[in-house]
């Protein structure tokens, strides 16, 4: 990611609070409360040269009520440690209120081996690092939910969908049994979802185009088909009340998702 869009996304952190504050001021603070998103480019805020690439988290707002904020921090290769080695969980948490959440969703960059900025072992530094993210948000009063990782565009020769994680998305829920974390098990329901539709069909939910066959990130409808999962999973796992979501049923419109021009 260039330093113009590390900028933004740092710049970017601020306006998340300065609309929960306006919000506030309007409705008492029970009733406004903030989804704030950590994690890579599967669900990252993509900017106008990378369109059609969608993350879920710009499609995730559409289906929360207008009383819960989406502050999305979730940057391009990312991973629970360079994510935190970086500054960044600590900028999170500082714009984070009681009442608040943060969901994370991290794996696709910690198994990267071969780069020891990024990289974290499944079942001891990559679950030392998500303790980061849980006890950060509970100790603000922040209810702390973790996200198995999205599945990639995968098939065997015999069109089934094959798993691309390893041992992470284990890993991150005995985690989430052992530190009594609400999981939203995204890697199993997007796993199903690529087998429901078939190697074929999935090609319209992934970023492929004339130039680019990308089997990792979104095209919007990607982005919105993975955003309904995540809002179907904090609804079941009652992190959030049927008050909080709307049109989990719905067609999404694809022109509702935008690319803002990156800002110097």
Do not use: C
């Amino acid at each position: 990611m260039s330093l113009t869009r590390r900028q933004v996304g740092i710049a970017g952190l601020g306006a998340p609070l300065a609309l929960a504050m306006t919000g506030t001021a309007q409705a008492s603070p029970r009733h406004h409360r903030t989804l704030h998103i950590a994690g890579d480019s599967t669900a990252a805020q993509k900017y106008a040269d990378a369109a059609p690439e969608t993350g879920w988290g710009m499609a995730l707002p559409f289906l929360l009520h207008r009383h819960l904020t989406v502050a999305n921090h979730a940057v391009n290769g990312r991973s629970s440690k360079s994510f935190v080695d970086e500054g960044r969980l600590e900028a999170v948490l500082s714009s984070i209120r009681p009442g608040d959440f943060l969901l994370v969703q991290f794996a696709h960059n910690d198994e990267k081996t071969a780069d020891p900025t990024r990289y974290t072992e499944p079942w001891s530094t990559y679950q030392e690092y998500l303790r980061m993210y849980v006890d950060g948000a509970r100790a603000r009063g922040a209810r702390p939910v973790l996200a198995t990782a999205v599945e990639r565009r995968r098939f065997d020769a015999d069109g089934r969908a094959v798993p691309s994680h390893g041992e992470y998305p284990a890993a991150m829920r005995a985690l989430a049994a052992e530190e009594g974390v609400a999981l939203l098990d995204v890697q199993a329901l997007s796993l199903a979802l690529w087998q429901e539709l078939g190697a074929e069909e999935t090609k319209k939910y992934f970023n492929w185009t004339a130039v680019e066959q990308d089997n990792t990130h979104f095209n919007p409808p990607g982005a919105i088909a993975v955003a309904r999962l995540v809002a179907r999973e904090l609804l079941r796992t009652r992190v959030l009340a049927p008050r909080d979501v709307r049109r989990l049923d719905d067609e999404i419109p694809q022109s509702w998702i935008t690319w803002p021009e990156a800002v110097a």
